[in-house]
């Protein structure tokens, strides 16, 4: 369907739902009930820890598992790809139940406090395999883990979605969520460096003195003279050091979130037969094509970081990769606020054009460098890291506005189905990509145990166009539906308006019920 076309069904849907047609141009809405800032920042604060997990599946877990347990990498994508079709059930199916749940201590909350300890224990058994773990052991757990990790945040995204109905107040409640998001993506990046630290002879009172040494070294050159520990023998230190990070900061903030932060009163009409909701998610033509759009980018997404680890230790030789993420996630955190306001300036879905355009030149740069070019290539990684940054919340803040067309269709309130739709769409991408990164590398004959000495020619130029030029491809196929996205900020204006004159008709309508006399 044409952006236009879309578009003029959102209008004829809005009239529907107020007292006549909606039309662009039309009186400006009431302005929506200003948030809390400190409500907006307590609830953010549980992405850091949903953060740290993401980073060791993927930058750390295959290298874990191929390293440590022998296992090939071409096997080890196979089963992420497996693991990850489970989530096919489980997400629509989580989203459909927080939607319909109804407890004394909210629809979300219940969720994520179930969640959080089935999260700590499969985190655990994941990250800390015993000596003798096979593919069965392998697989059970990944399942576990995603299923736990889906109980979480589920809920906990469709939660932020109903803070608030403004345009511009969802893009701050999803901006500070993806702050704490940055925070532990750094957070998990200063765990490998201190392991490595301490591997390489580092005492522990100098961690930090260590940390700065380290960071320094990446633009004088300084890190490339090191003759560090085996990597490939730290894995299993720095995956012991994730998961302790995780299982002790996990209860901690979502006890905080679920007991300082009050989920929004039902509405007036809230429940949607399931067959009937997915119905009119299919037919809402914004959510398809962002749906389409998640898949490419976080495709593009998954299929570098799947292979670099590799990329920074074999390609460019820089023998720690710990300061490296760590500037890359200090510069996605500094470029919130960045991306926030060029959201408000040009609108979410250009800044997010913008976005990609830049990530793509930062790719296409990185195909020019070689052993050595240590300096270019923290340069470029820094720069990518800022561009992180909007590639994180703009596309949740779009889709927060587009649950609004379903809810001038439907009544309901179903954030949590439209979270989980995207969620499914956004974890198989990462499943199919990081599946089909690991193959290309592995089976042309790239060796992750080996490096580039021990692997074929032909291996080791496919896991450099892997990294450089696999993002480029699919961020082209997603930018001409990003460039024709059909909700502006004035289009949401309007649609919340229609949405706002059709509550206050059916609170109108309930009084009246309730006044007449009984038969």
């Known amino acids: 369907m044409a952006a236009r076309e879309v578009w003029e069904d959102i209008l004829d849907t809005v009239g529907r739902t107020g007292d006549g047609p909606v039309r662009e ?24 820890p949903l953060a740290i997990y993401g980073y060791p599946l993927a930058i750390w877990l295959p290298a874990h598992y191929a390293g440590h347990l022998g296992l090939s990498l ?35 909350k219940p969720y994520i406090a179930l969640g959080a300890p089935l999260l700590m224990l ?17 697989l059970i757990w990944l399942t576990a883990f995603f299923a736990s990790a889906t109980m979480i945040q589920i809920p906990f995204r469709a939660w932020g979605a109903e803070l608030s109905g403004d345009y511009h107040a969802r893009s701050q409640v999803t901006a500070a969520r993806e702050f704490y998001y940055l925070g532990g993506l750094l957070l998990a990046a200063a765990v490998p460096m201190v392991v490595e630290i301490l591997a390489d002879g580092g005492a522990v009172g100098q961690i930090f003195a260590s940390m700065w040494r380290d960071i320094s ?78 898949f490419l980018v976080i495709a593009g997404e998954s299929s570098r970081n799947a292979v670099s680890l590799f990329f920074i230790r074999d390609i460019i030789g820089i023998p720690t990769i710990g300061a490296a993420y760590f500037l890359y996630f200090i510069a996605g955190i500094a470029a919130i606020p960045f991306w926030l306001w060029m959201g408000r300036r040009i609108g979410k879905h250009r800044a997010f054009l913008v976005t990609l355009g830049f990530v793509s030149a930062v790719s296409a740069a990185n195909l020019l460098l070689g052993r050595g070019d240590y300096l270019p290539f923290f340069c470029l990684f820094i720069l990518k890291g800022f561009a992180f940054g909007g590639l994180q919340f703009l596309p949740l803040a779009m889709l927060a506005d587009v649950v609004d067309i379903d809810s001038a269709r439907s009544g309901g309130r179903r954030a949590g189905t439209y979270f989980a739709v995207l969620g499914l769409s956004e974890k198989l991408a990462v499943a199919i990509f990081t599946g089909v990164s690991l193959n290309i590398v592995g089976l042309l004959g790239y060796h992750a145990s080996a490096g580039v000495d ?9 896991l450099r166009l892997v990294y450089c030029l696999g993002p480029i491809a699919l961020y082209g196929l997603a930018a001409p ?19 706002e004159r059709r509550a206050r008709r059916m609170a109108a309508a309930a009084r009246d019920q309730a006044e007449l006399p009984s038969p």
């Open 481 to 499: 539906l990003i460039w024709s996205y059909p909700l502006t900020p004035e289009r949401h204006a309007r649609l919340s308006q229609g949405i």
């Open 217 to 294: 070294g990446a633009f004088t050159g300084e890190i490339m003279q090191r003759t560090p520990t085996s990597r490939a023998a730290l894995t299993g230190p720095v995956m012991m050091g994730l998961a302790i990070t995780i299982v002790a900061i996990v209860p901690l903030l979502a006890g905080i979130v679920i007991l300082t932060v009050s989920e929004p009163p039902p509405a007036a009409r809230e429940r949607v037969p399931m067959i009937e909701g997915f119905r009119h998610l299919w037919r809402n033509g914004p959510m398809r094509r962002i749906l389409i759009i998640a």
């Open 74 to 108: 071409s096997v080890i994508g196979l089963i992420i790809m497996v693991a990850r079709f489970t989530d096919v059930i489980t997400d629509p199916l989580m989203g459909e139940i927080s939607d319909r749940g109804r407890t004394r201590f909210g629809r979300r």
């Open 122 to 138: 499969s985190t655990w058994f994941l990250f800390v395999p015993p000596e003798g773990a096979g593919l069965v052991y392998f």
């Open 25 to 48: 141009g039309e009186g400006a809405p009431q302005a929506a009930p200003a948030l809390k800032r400190s409500t907006i920042f307590l609830h953010g604060s549980l992405a850091l």
């Open 454 to 462: 021990g692997s074929t020619e032909i291996g080791v130029l496919s």
